[in-house]
């Protein structure tokens, strides 16, 4: 593929040793691709893929003794991660689904409280380590019927499990008793979208699987506004946040890594230009399927800190970015691989950055 350079410092990446947990996730699985492009060292810390597919396993991204599949609540990982050295860790491994957590709300709490506890408290004792950014989400916010963007220091809170777990990995990040040579900090982002994400209850991989099948798409909250983002615009933000923590050239706690203003849409524009998009492909019918769960109607982020301080800003329309995820798996279903079609996602991307 061609160059991948971005605002990265040159060669910042190269041969620095990286754990990522989550690294089977959908996001994790884009971060420590785009990793092992840049030269880094990676180790991988997560339970196998929840999804077959699954982006991890076409990607095919060899981390050989180093690809870690332990759950991040107990220790059997530790040896493993010290004989590794990590320089810098970036922490995805979660529950990451909303209506899971109010499905299963010890486990979610278990695993994102206590095993982000369990993490630092082992990270903490590890002297490589030296920078650790906790990524977390855009809904650790306490949201009130206000239309108003959301800045950092604002309140915390969540009304469904999901979103209290992870303002409570918050609160355990700031007030954790980390070693004073260790830059923590967490990282938000919200509603990201992208090719080869096949979870469930997550509305692009939902019109796939219907188009696909010729079925009807549930859909639960129509009107719902969400701040839709193409995943590689927050991973870029992590990369820069983990550099800049790095390098001590900024001192941070938490940051935003929200969409453009105009990304701020419903669930029934996209279904309605995904129909557009998909048209001569696929067939989907809707159907309308009431929540059974409470969900935010409104949800924005203030992504100003970011700008200020790292020079990151969303650039990628919400078009763009719905464009961009459908026609990778269109692509995928023709015959390209992931890792082609991944490279092609960074690199358009790229190219809009110059």
Not at 78 to 91: M, S, Y
Not at 172 to 184: E, T, Y
Request: aromatic share 10%; charged share 25%.
């Amino acid at each position: 593929m061609g160059t991948i350079e971005g605002k990265f410092k040159q060669d910042f990446w190269n041969n620095k040793r990286v754990l990522v947990t989550g690294h089977t996730g959908f996001k994790g699985s884009w971060l420590t691709y785009w990793l092992k492009v840049k030269g880094a060292q990676v180790c991988g810390l997560s339970l196998d893929p929840i999804t077959s597919p699954s982006l991890w396993d076409e990607l095919k991204t060899d981390l050989g003794e180093f690809d870690i599949r332990e759950d991040i609540r107990g220790n059997k990982w530790a040896k493993k991660v010290r004989d590794f050295q990590p320089d810098i860790v970036l922490h995805l491994a979660a529950q990451p689904l909303v209506v899971t957590g109010w499905q299963q709300p010890l486990l979610t709490f278990d695993t994102n409280v206590l095993g982000t506890g369990n993490l630092l408290n082992e990270l903490n004792q590890l002297q490589s380590v030296k920078t650790i950014l906790v990524v977390t989400t855009d809904k650790v916010y306490k949201l009130d019927e206000q239309i108003i963007t959301r800045k950092e220091n604002d309140e915390l809170g969540g009304e469904d499990p999901y979103s209290a777990s992870k303002a409570a990995v918050e609160l355990l990040v700031a007030s954790w008793p980390i070693r004073n040579d260790i830059s923590i900090a967490t990282a938000r982002s919200g509603n990201v979208i992208g090719g080869g994400d096949w979870s469930e209850d997550r509305l692009i991989p939902d019109v796939i699987r219907a188009g696909l099948t010729n079925s009807s798409l549930e859909v639960r909250n129509p009107n719902a506004i969400r701040p839709w983002q193409h995943v590689i615009e927050p991973i870029y933000g992590y990369l820069l946040m983990a550099e800049a923590m790095h390098s001590r050239v900024a001192t941070l706690t938490a940051m935003n890594f929200g969409p453009l203003a105009e990304n701020q849409i419903t669930v029934e524009e996209i279904l309605a230009f995904s129909k557009e998009v998909l048209s001569s492909s696929y067939k989907l019918k809707q159907q309308l399927t009431p929540g059974k769960y409470k969900e935010s109607d409104y949800l924005l982020l203030d992504s100003e800190l970011a700008k200020s301080q790292l020079g990151w800003e969303p650039l990628l329309s919400w078009k763009e970015a719905v464009s961009l995820s459908l026609d990778w798996y269109l692509d995928f279903q023709g015959g390209m691989t992931a890792r082609e079609l991944v490279d092609r996602d960074i690199l358009f991307y790229l190219n809009k950055l110059k």
